[in-house]
T-cell receptor
């Protein structure tokens, strides 16, 4: 059983919609991550939060807006997406940013933008 | 900058045969290296890691990897393949983000197929 829970598992949205992806972990981890994975490609890092503060933004377009309400929750707000943003969005956590190699991943949210 | 190269995007072995997935790294500092596995329609799972110390590291599900500095390699092996090993495998190295923080840098992945 995964200890990082992502919802929804599947999401279909139009280019004018606003939606959110949610991620939750109860392992007491203090770093949380959003990755984007296109088919047959490795995950690409988008954002990292450490102790609820944004530590890394890998030059992600502003139509993706992350939020970390508390140490257990991580959201990704989506607005005015493009069809090329269709992908699997993976949330992950680690004990700390210094342990960024030892990630616990959720099963992902598969996003389709029409 | 740190990077990894996985040799072979697709490897196919028979059940019970040796599994060998190749990974070479490039790093200007002593590397921290990792192997992750991704089963279909799932997230990634850490198989094993090398940081310092013993160069032969054992992971979950019977996998192991050997760090060879002279060859800049970190190949993943399993003595006897099982059907349940069919998955995508990613080698990764600890790198640095544009903000200077640590981040994982993944290879392109190797798809392992097991033939009955």
């Amino acid at each position: 059983d995964t200890e990082v829970t992502q919802t929804p598992k599947h999401l279909v949205m139009g280019m004018t919609n606003k939606k959110s992806l949610k991620c939750e972990q109860h392992m007491g981890h203090r770093a949380m991550y959003w990755y984007k994975q296109k088919a047959k490609k490795p995950p690409e890092l988008m954002f990292v939060y450490s102790y609820e503060k944004l530590s890394i933004n890998e030059s992600v377009p502003s139509r993706f807006s992350p939020e970390c309400p508390n140490s257990s929750l991580l959201n990704l707000h989506l607005h005015a997406l493009q069809p090329e943003d269709s992908a699997l969005y993976l949330c992950a956590s680690s004990r700390a940013l210094a342990r960024a190699g030892e990630l616990f991943f959720g099963e992902g949210s598969r996003l389709t933008v029409l | 900058a740190q990077s990894v190269t996985q040799l072979g995007s697709h490897v196919s072995v028979s059940e019970g045969a040796l599994v060998l997935l190749r990974c070479n790294y490039s790093s200007s500092v002593p590397p921290y290296l990792f192997w992750y596995v991704q089963y279909p329609n799932q997230g990634l799972q850490l198989l094993l890691k090398y940081t310092t110390g013993a160069t032969l590291v054992k992971g979950i599900n019977g996998f192991e990897a050997e760090f060879k500095k002279s060859e800049t390699s970190f190949h993943l092996t399993k003595p006897s393949a099982h059907m349940s090993d069919a998955a995508e495998y990613f080698c990764a190295v600890m790198g640095t983000s544009i903000q200077g923080a640590q981040k994982l840098v993944f290879g392109q992945g190797t798809r392992l197929t097991i033939n009955p």
